[in-house]
């Protein structure tokens, strides 16, 4: 087929001699076989795909690759007669030609190759660190000709494996699974097609990876966050974990998960999050765990739970058996007014009880109770003077925020303050049964 060719080109050539004018592009046929001179002196045919072109100058003007047995055609075309052509395999200037239109030219090329190929290791960077249970070994190989796969090795600690070699990118590779913890050294051997090697010895350090590190800092089982339905908790935890994939935060109880959340962390030493949660409006009153786990890269995880620490409360506190001592009608003035009564939060707590009174419809004062035995919570009210009337009533708080207003259905707990008319009377019946007991020594004379 090459020579049917070679003589097509040459019969063209010699029967428009006379009308080469007509021809807007004179063409040379270069052909010939690459062969390839190695360190021991010996020619080697090239193998097939070797890259051939031609230049002028820095230009290419033409190219080709190399088939079975090294052959190679190059048809260069629109070039002056007398113009100098430098003939390139791979990266290596072999030979030079002077173009002569309508030519055929016959030219064996001989590569010659002194520059041993280069290795560049990928990873790991040398000298690293890694941490994991498999380790992907890989290094980027340059030959200004070609790298010869038939010599080629990649030991692990002196224990050839089983490499692969992607000639396209031309990068050798290698995934080790299993590793243990430990120092390894690496060593790739390359030759080139002329039989120059190339030798890159690198190491890494192995060690095994560790369960991130986690503590929740609110809320906690000893100091657990009151909260509504339809409010947000802030979960806050330091963690340590330098190749994290995901935190995962869920609020529980013994029969089902109210709330679930995935989130996505940054690497690195004592960090602290603050994430928000929403508690829906549908979630019943009770006590849930927080429980937050995290993850690394290594499937490796750690969790840190904590009971209870999230009270869901929507139910107002209990405010009952209000009474004042004393009795609202026996209040003298100067008579100071104790008011006490039982209030209780099954759930989240009192947090603050509050007494309110008012002279008629005069600003409500506003005290705080206290708590005085068990569930009873006490204040007193100042004494006000004669006939004055008294309103007050009872606000309480857990600590959920939830409120309770105990008025006496709207009525309010009143007294009125009374004149000390029973003393008056006193003295009036005294002063009385002296007088009888006078009168009645008068008439009956001295006793005996």
Known sequence: ???LI???VLSLSSSKKGVRSLQPEPTMTIYGYVLIRTVTGYNISAPAGLYVHVKVDSETVSNSTTISGGRYVLLVTDQEDGTFLDIWVQDIKVANITFQSWNVAWLNLT??????????????????????????????????LAIDQSVMSMTLNQTEVAYIYYPEQRLITYRAENV????????????????????????????????????????????????RPGE????????????????????????????????????????????????????????????????????????????????VDNTPPLV????????????????????????????????EVYLLWRIEDSEWNNVTMYRVNGDIYNRVIQAYENCTTIYYRIEAVDKAGNIAVEDNAGEFYTYHVIPEFPSIINLVFLFAIISILVIIRKRVGPLR
Do not use: C
Not at 138 to 143: E, H, K
Not at 275 to 303: C, F
Not at 323 to 347: F, G, I, R
């Open 111 to 144: 590569v010659v190759d002194v520059s041993p190929p280069k290795i560049n290791p990928l990873h790991p960077v040398p000298g690293a660190i890694l941490r994991g249970y498999s380790v992907e070994i890989n290094a980027s190989l340059y030959d200004n």
């Open 6 to 8: 070679v003589f097509i």
């Open 180 to 227: 243990d913890q430990g120092f390894y050294l690496i060593n790739v051997t390359v030759s080139d097609l002329s039989g120059n090697k190339a030798y890159e010895a690198w190491n890494f350090t192995m060690m095994q990876p560790t369960p991130p590190s986690l503590s929740i800092l609110s809320p906690t089982t000893e100091d657990p966050v009151y909260i």
């Open 320 to 351: 009952q058996d209000v009474h004042q001592n004393p009795p609202a009608y026996s209040v003298y003035p100067n008579d100071q007014v104790q008011v006490n009564a039982t209030v209780k939060d099954m759930l989240s707590g009192i947090d």
């Open 232 to 311: 947000t908790v802030q979960v806050v935890y330091n963690y340590t974990e330098p190749n994290p994939t995901e935190a995962k935060i869920s609020i529980f109880n013994a029969t089902r998960v109210i709330k679930e959340s995935q989130i996505t962390l940054d690497g690195g030493t004592n960090l602290r999050r603050n994430d928000t949660i929403l508690i829906e409006e549908d979630i019943a009153d009770g006590k849930y765990t927080l429980n937050v786990t995290i993850s690394n890269i290594y499937n490796l995880s750690q969790t840190d739970m904590q009971a209870y620490a999230i009270i």
């Open 1 to 3: 087929m090459l020579i």
